[in-house]
């Protein structure tokens, strides 16, 4: 499984942006993609995911309300719409395949592409 972030950038607080994972390689219906980030001296931290196929996806609390995030198979895509972005939304994010409930630690994750850097300015 291959998967490649892409969609950061600059942004002003308050604005948006949308992160666009590629995947490629052996995808099947059980697989979770999964948005994490790290901030510079932070551990890696979950942001969201949803299952490969069907209706599940899983959030944090504070991630619910701004970010959302979707899939179209189709394309082989999953997408993190980010909105009413923060300065400590700064941060580097990944995507990754995994296959390990609860799908919201690194460790429940086997697969992951570079990262792509977001920056919030205030």
């Known amino acids: 499984v291959q998967l490649q972030a892409s969609g950061g950038g600059l942004v002003l607080t308050g604005g948006s942006l949308r992160l666009s994972c590629a995947v490629s390689g052996g995808i099947f219906g059980s697989v979770v993609i999964g948005w994490f980030r790290q901030a510079p001296g932070k551990e890696r931290e979950f942001v969201a995911g949803i299952r490969w196929t069907g209706d599940s996806s899983y959030h944090t609390g504070s991630s619910k309300d701004r970010f959302a995030i979707s899939r179209d198979n189709a394309k082989n895509a999953v997408y993190l719409q980010m909105s009413s972005l923060k300065p400590e939304d700064t941060a580097v994010y990944y995507c990754?395949?995994?296959?390990?409930?609860?799908?919201?630690?690194?460790?429940?994750?086997?697969?992951w592409g570079q990262g792509t850097q977001v920056t919030v300015s205030s």
């Open positions: 990754a395949a995994g296959f390990k409930f609860p799908y919201r630690r690194p460790d429940d994750y086997d697969y």
